[in-house]
């Protein structure tokens, strides 16, 4: 079955770093866009960063441009969320997410995907 693993999280201070990573398997990792979704305590999940299935395109939120970068190894089945210059407010649990879909485009509505992982605490102290 399709899971999905994530990894990476931690306690960081605010201006500093974190790589997160998600490993895949069940499914063929290439034929499918991924997304980075996030979720803090009594709000709405929301989008963080999406990549194509083949890695030729990004979207991310507004406010994490410029200071994330979302990227995908498809021979490792893995992608990743590099988070830099971290901010309080940047403080949730991260989800990696499979789309719903076999389709060469990145969506930001939680609904067209079909799959996520358990979840990876991100929290910066200011």
């Known amino acids: 079955q399709v899971q999905l693993v994530e990894s990476g999280g931690g306690v960081v201070q605010a201006g500093g770093s974190l790589r997160l990573s998600c490993t895949a398997s069940?499914?063929?990792?290439?034929?499918?866009?991924m997304g980075w979704f996030r979720q803090a305590p009594g709000t709405e999940r929301e989008f963080v960063a999406g990549?194509?299935?083949?890695?030729?395109?990004?979207e991310y939120l507004d406010s994490v441009k410029g200071r994330f970068t979302i990227s995908r190894d498809n021979a490792k089945k893995s992608l990743y969320l590099q988070t830099n210059s971290l901010i309080p407010d940047d403080t949730a649990v991260y989800y990696c997410?499979?789309?719903?879909?076999?389709?060469?485009?990145?969506?930001?509505?939680?609904?067209?995907?079909?799959?996520w992982g358990q979840g990876t605490q991100v929290t910066v102290s200011s």
């Open positions: 997410a499979k789309t719903a879909f076999s389709i060469a485009a990145i969506f930001r509505t939680p609904k067209t995907y079909g799959a």
């Open positions: 069940g499914f063929t990792f290439s034929s499918y866009s």
């Open positions: 990549i194509r299935s083949d890695g030729g395109t990004t």
